[in-house]
């Protein structure tokens, strides 16, 4: 055992930084005998000294100075939890041009400007970690960073907001619709008094981000993700899957496709889908999170567990810090970015979908070979069609093959003008059941 104490500094104490510093008190010496050090906490960077807390911290170790922390001399490794892009990013680089290791859980600033902070490390020679930034306590960014660094993954699809998860598992349980089950998830503590992160996909667009650069080793971020999120979708919607087989998920869908030219390039998008009912992500119930996925040696892998929260995002960060300090007194330091493959990700306009569509049409002869024509007419072939209800409340629903969103634009369009049809009153894209 090395007598020298590492020193650790946490940036942020709230949900996950609280939990983050309960941790290192309780299992200090749990903690020393799997690192080979002691961990000794060097200070907690907080907006407000006299701010009610999950944990108690000890005399002394609070300060408003979270730069001063990051970038003492004597501090070995700094836990950032703080969140957002400023002042996150700073300290990050200050604390890493000062020679500290950093671990953080800041999905958004890797997403936004993950090269910068990369360089900043490969610069030092200092390790940055963040299993955290995804799927709180799921390990998933190391088993596509390490465990799979010989395979090729060809595709990485996801359910890891547990915000969204949980609303549309009320939605599909309780027939609830969407502002329903909105109202329950922020009773509960699932969803924030302003969910637009969580709801309007930006959240999950972020992790995707991260998820893709790092299964296809190439820069991806936030803003080369294709973002729905499920605010649109309804308890209509819903009914209709379920009585397809299927259930609706939010998901972060990543994988390689060819570009026009017919070169490797990267998909990445969020939205809502219609997966089968019998595909593993389908049974992921309440805020719980799952990652699928698929690489060519390997196969399919299923990574599943609680993807949110203080204390399993703060197991995912500990889980960090402990190899971050192996390495720091071993004198070495961990994989950096990969990016050698360079591919370049392909705009939503290229990418191929299929689709649910719903229409209310009048019940007569003919209707079906028109609607039919239609998608046709665009170059959308079909992949099956029903006829659900009588009179009035007839309706065609059509499921495609594969379409891109301006094929499936102008045919519902086109359908609309149709003197048979009354109204388009669905269209959701379909995953999970490959053609």
């Given at each position: 055992?090395?007598?020298?104490?590492?020193?650790?500094?946490?940036?942020?104490?709230?949900?996950?930084?609280?939990?983050?510093?309960?941790?290192?008190?309780?299992?200090?010496?749990?903690?020393?005998?799997?690192?080979?050090?002691?961990?000794?906490?060097?200070?907690?960077?907080?907006?407000?000294?006299?701010?009610?807390?999950?944990?108690?911290?000890?005399?002394?170790?609070?300060?408003?100075?979270?730069?001063?922390?990051?970038?003492?001399?004597?501090?070995?490794?700094?836990?950032?939890?703080?969140?957002?892009?400023?002042?996150?990013?700073?300290?990050?680089l200050g604390a890493?041009?000062?020679?500290?290791?950093?671990?953080?859980?800041?999905?958004?600033?890797?997403?936004?400007?993950?090269?910068?902070?990369?360089?900043?490390?490969?610069?030092?020679?200092?390790?940055?970690?963040?299993?955290?930034?995804?799927?709180?306590?799921?390990?998933?960014?190391?088993?596509?960073?390490?465990?799979?660094?010989?395979?090729?993954?060809?595709?990485?699809?996801?359910?890891?907001?547990?915000?969204?998860?949980?609303?549309?598992?009320?939605?599909?349980?309780?027939?609830?619709?969407?502002?329903?089950?909105?109202?329950?998830?922020?009773?509960?503590?699932?969803?924030?008094?302003?969910?637009?992160?969580?709801?309007?996909?930006?959240?999950?667009?972020?992790?995707?981000?991260?998820?893709?650069?790092?299964?296809?080793?190439?820069?991806?971020?936030?803003?080369?993700?294709?973002?729905?999120?499920?605010?649109?979708?309804?308890?209509?919607?819903?009914?209709?899957?379920?009585?397809?087989?299927?259930?609706?998920?939010?998901?972060?869908?990543?994988?390689?496709?060819?570009?026009?030219?017919?070169?490797?390039?990267?998909?990445?998008?969020?939205?809502p889908a219609m997966?089968?009912?019998?595909?593993?992500?389908?049974?992921?119930?309440?805020?719980?999170?799952?990652?699928?996925?698929?690489?060519?040696?390997?196969?399919?892998?299923?990574?599943y567990g609680p993807?949110?929260?203080?204390?399993?995002?703060?197991?995912?960060?500990?889980?960090?810090?402990?190899?971050?300090?192996?390495?720091?007194?071993?004198?070495?330091?961990?994989?950096?970015?990969?990016?050698?493959?360079?591919?370049?990700?392909?705009?939503?306009?290229?990418?191929?979908?299929?689709?649910?569509?719903?229409?209310?049409?009048?019940?007569?002869?003919?209707?079906?070979?028109?609607?039919?024509?239609?998608?046709?007419?665009?170059?959308?072939?079909?992949?099956?069609?029903?006829?659900?209800?009588?009179?009035?409340?007839?309706?065609?629903?059509?499921?495609?093959?594969?379409?891109?969103?301006?094929?499936?634009?102008?045919?519902?369009?086109?359908?609309?003008?149709?003197?048979?049809?009354?109204?388009?009153?669905?269209?959701?894209?379909?995953?999970?059941?490959?053609?």
């Amino acid at each position: 055992m090395n007598e020298r104490p590492l020193k650790v500094a946490v940036l942020g104490c709230g949900s996950v930084g609280s939990q983050v510093v309960r941790l290192l008190l309780e299992q200090s010496g749990d903690l020393a005998a799997r690192v080979g050090a002691p961990l000794e906490l060097a200070g907690v960077a907080v907006r407000r000294l006299d701010a009610p807390r999950e944990v108690e911290v000890p005399d002394g170790l609070l300060t408003t100075d979270a730069h001063g922390l990051a970038t003492r001399a004597d501090v070995d490794v700094v836990v950032e939890v703080i969140g957002g892009i400023e002042p996150a990013r700073g300290l990050i680089l200050g604390a890493l041009e000062s020679g500290a290791a950093v671990v953080t859980a800041n999905k958004a600033l890797l997403a936004a400007d993950g090269p910068t902070l990369y360089e900043a490390a490969d610069k030092a020679g200092r390790d940055l970690f963040y299993e955290a930034a995804v799927a709180g306590a799921i390990p998933i960014l190391r088993p596509l960073r390490e465990s799979l660094a010989g395979d090729r993954v060809t595709r990485v699809l996801g359910i890891v907001n547990g915000t969204t998860n949980f609303i549309l598992d009320r939605m599909d349980t309780s027939g609830a619709g969407f502002a329903e089950a909105l109202e329950e998830a922020q009773e509960l503590g699932y969803a924030e008094a302003d969910p637009t992160a969580d709801v309007e996909g930006f959240d999950a667009a972020a992790k995707a981000a991260i998820l893709a650069s790092l299964a296809f080793h190439s820069r991806v971020t936030a803003d080369d993700v294709h973002r729905e999120g499920i605010s649109e979708v309804t308890a209509a919607d819903v009914a209709s899957a379920r009585e397809m087989g299927s259930v609706v998920k939010l998901l972060a869908i990543a994988e390689l496709r060819r570009d026009g030219a017919g070169a490797e390039a990267v998909a990445v998008r969020v939205h809502p889908a219609m997966i089968p009912a019998d595909h593993p992500l389908a049974s992921v119930r309440e805020a719980f999170n799952a990652v699928f996925v698929e690489s060519e040696a390997a196969g399919q892998l299923m990574f599943y567990g609680p993807g949110a929260g203080g204390s399993p995002t703060a197991s995912a960060v500990l889980g960090d810090l402990v190899t971050v300090a192996r390495n720091r007194l071993s004198g070495r330091s961990g994989p950096g970015e990969s990016a050698y493959a360079d591919r370049l990700v392909l705009p939503m306009g290229e990418t191929l979908t299929r689709y649910h569509v719903a229409i209310d049409v009048d019940d007569r002869a003919g209707v079906l070979a028109s609607v039919a024509l239609t998608f046709a007419d665009h170059d959308v072939s079909i992949q099956t069609v029903k006829q659900e209800g009588r009179g009035e409340d007839a309706q065609l629903v059509v499921v495609s093959h594969t379409a891109t969103d301006a094929q499936l634009a102008a045919t519902v369009e086109q359908l609309r003008t149709m003197e048979a049809v009354h109204d388009v009153t669905s269209v959701m894209r379909v995953e999970g059941d490959p053609e």
